[in-house]
C-alpha cells in the first residue's frame, strides 16, 4: 500500500511563493505518473499540474500556468510543486497522487493566501 505525505503549506500573502512537496512510500512511485491537486471548501478536487514518469513532459491547468512547476526526483519518490504569485483564489488543499489517481488520497497540504 502506497502512502502518500505532503507537506510545505502554509499563510502567505499575494505574490509569495510556497514550495509543496509530497513523498510516496512503496516502490511503485517511478513508473507511475504523478499529479497535484487542489480542493478547495465547497468545490471538486480539481487536477492543476501533471508530470509524466520521467519528468519530461508537464502539463498545467489554466489558471496556474506559468506561475506553478512540477517536478518529481524518482530516487527520493518524491514530486514537487513550485508555486509563485500566489493569488487568494489559490487556496485550497493541495494533494498529490497518480494522474488519474488511483492510490489513498493523503491528507494534504492547507494552503492560504491572504493578506
Known amino acids: 500500500q502506497v502512502q502518500l505525505v505532503e507537506s510545505g503549506g502554509g499563510l502567505v500573502q499575494p505574490g509569495e511563493s510556497l514550495r509543496l512537496s509530497c513523498a510516496a512510500s512503496?516502490?511503485?512511485?517511478?513508473?507511475?505518473?504523478m499529479g497535484w491537486y487542489r480542493q478547495a471548501p465547497g468545490k471538486q478536487r480539481e487536477l492543476v499540474a501533471s508530470?509524466?514518469?520521467?519528468?519530461?513532459?508537464?502539463n498545467y491547468a489554466d489558471s496556474v500556468k506559468g506561475r506553478f512547476t512540477i517536478s518529481r526526483d524518482n530516487a527520493k519518490n518524491t514530486v514537487y510543486l513550485q508555486m509563485n504569485s500566489l493569488k487568494p483564489e489559490d487556496t485550497a488543499a493541495y494533494y498529490c497522487?497518480?494522474?488519474?489517481?488511483?492510490?489513498?488520497w493523503g491528507q494534504g497540504t492547507q494552503v492560504t493566501v491572504s493578506s
Open positions: 497522487n497518480n494522474n488519474p489517481p488511483i492510490w489513498t
Open positions: 508530470i509524466s514518469i520521467t519528468g519530461s513532459r508537464t
Open positions: 512503496g516502490s511503485f512511485f517511478s513508473i507511475r505518473a
